[in-house]
């Protein structure tokens, strides 16, 4: 089947440190890979996408390659700002025998420290 | 700006009401989804629509109908409301390309009492 996983956190770091948050993911067919952010109190926002192999999604500093050998999708940043606290969630998008299917991760929670 | 809009960012209900929770997207999108959120559970699909006048049960649909007379509009509706069903519901839109992302509202914390 088709399945999403991410740490789940909380993760907290001091403002300007570096950020990896793992993703991992199986699925049947040639997925897109997304991460999604969410701010408090508001829906998703897509922040990123990468939608076939080798490929690299970035925004707002964040960056996050596609890796089909080994099924991720990690997310990183350089250096986090109070800003960027938010929950994280890692998805994909896939057609298989059932038609369109999105997966979501459970979410990370990011807290940034001044 | 593709646009998702909730009917309401707050609703507090009372167990056994009718509730009525709108979306409507203003993208043309052929997909629309209804999500509810709850701490440490994530994200979970009750009920998806890839067409005017089509629904398809997503992993918790029990307690849920939809409707979608109108492809820009998909209502999710609470038959008679539950304390179990006091949570943040979030609805968002798509096209169909599975490289396309989906769009979401800003949610809707409902709250029964």
């Known amino acids: 089947g088709n399945s999403v996983t991410q740490m789940e956190g909380p993760v907290t770091l001091s403002e300007e440190a570096f950020l990896t948050i793992n993703c991992t993911y199986t699925?049947?067919?040639?997925?897109?890979l997304f991460w999604y952010v969410q701010y408090p109190g508001e829906g998703l926002q897509l922040l990123l996408k990468?939608?076939?192999?080798?490929d690299k999604g970035s925004n707002k500093g964040f960056e996050a390659t596609y890796r089909k050998e080994t099924t991720s999708f990690h997310l990183e940043k350089g250096s986090v700002q109070v800003s960027d606290s938010a929950v994280y969630f890692c998805?994909?998008?896939?057609?298989?025998?059932?038609?369109?299917?999105?997966?979501f991760g459970p979410g990370t929670r990011l807290s940034v420290l001044p | 700006d593709v646009k998702v809009t909730q009917s309401s960012r707050y609703l507090v209900k009372r167990t056994g009401e009718k509730v009525f929770l709108e979306c409507v997207q203003d993208?043309?999108?052929?997909?629309m989804f209804w999500y509810r959120q709850d701490p440490g559970l994530g994200l979970r699909l009750i009920y998806f629509?890839?067409?005017?006048?089509?629904?398809e049960k997503g992993d918790i649909p029990e307690g849920y109908s939809v409707s979608r007379e109108k492809k820009e509009r998909f209502s999710l509706i609470l038959e008679s409301a539950s304390t179990n069903q006091t949570s943040m519901y979030l609805c968002?839109?798509?096209?169909?390309?599975?490289?396309?992302?989906?769009?979401f509202g800003p949610g809707t914390r409902l709250t029964v009492l």
């Open positions: 993208m043309d999108h052929e997909n």
């Open positions: 998805a994909l998008s896939v057609y298989d025998n059932y038609g369109q299917n999105f997966v």
């Open positions: 699925a049947t067919g040639y997925p897109s």
């Open positions: 968002a839109s798509s096209f169909l390309g599975s490289g396309d992302e989906q769009f």
């Open positions: 629509s890839y067409d005017v006048k089509m629904k």
């Open positions: 990468a939608t076939k192999a080798d």
